[in-house]
C-alpha cells in the first residue's frame, strides 16, 4: 500500500491537531444551543474522521449516519447525487446538524445534503470538512468547519479511499498517478 503513496499530505499528528480545533470550536459553538447535537458520519469516507472528531467534542451529541455517492467514475464526479442510506427522524425542528465530510471537491454533496436537511425541518444544518479542494469548485460552497486546504491532487488514507483501498492508512497521502491512471 505505501508504494502507492507520492507523499505524505497531512500527517497523523496534524490531522489529531486538525480534530482538536475543530472539536474547540464546535464545543464553544454549541455550549447553549439548547437544541440536541447530532453530528452526520458521511459514509463511508468521514468514518475515521468522525471517530477522532466526536471523542474530542465534550458536550451531549448524538452520531448518525448517511451514505451518499455522487461519483460516476472513480476520480471525476457524476453531478449527480444519490443518498443510499437517510436518517428517519420526527424530531427535525430540535436539532442541530453538523454534517461531517471527509473532502469537499466540485461541493455538490454538501450542498446538496445541507438543502435537503433544511427542506427536512432542521433547526440548523452546518457542515465540517477534514480536507477541502477549493480549486475543485463546480458549486458555491464554504464549509463551516474546515480542516485543511490542499491542492487539485487525488489524495486517499484516513478514511479516503481509490476503489475502496487505502481507508485503513492512518495518515493522508498523495496517490501515484499511475496507480489511477492520471497525471
Ligand atoms: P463533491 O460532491 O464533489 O464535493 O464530492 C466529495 C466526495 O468526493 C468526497 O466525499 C469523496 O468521497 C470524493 N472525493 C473527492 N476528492 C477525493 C480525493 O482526492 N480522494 C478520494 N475521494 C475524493
Ligand atoms: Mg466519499
Redesign the pocket.
Known sequence: MLNDIESVLVSEKEIDEICTRIANSINADYKDSGKKLVLIC?LK??LAFTCELMKKITLPVEIDFMK????GSK?V?SGV?NIHLDIKRDDMEDVDFIII????????????LVRYLKERGANSVRTCTM?D?PD???VE?VPDYSGKVIPD????GFG???DEKYRNLPFVGI?KPEVWGGQ
Open positions: 458521511i469516507g468521514s451518499v455517492s455522487s461519483y476520480t464526479s447525487i465530510e471527509d473532502i469537499v471537491d466540485s461541493g455538490r454533496t454538501l450542498s446538496h480536507l479542494k475543485r469548485r463546480k460552497f491532487k487525488f489524495v486517499v479516503l479511499d481509490y496517490l
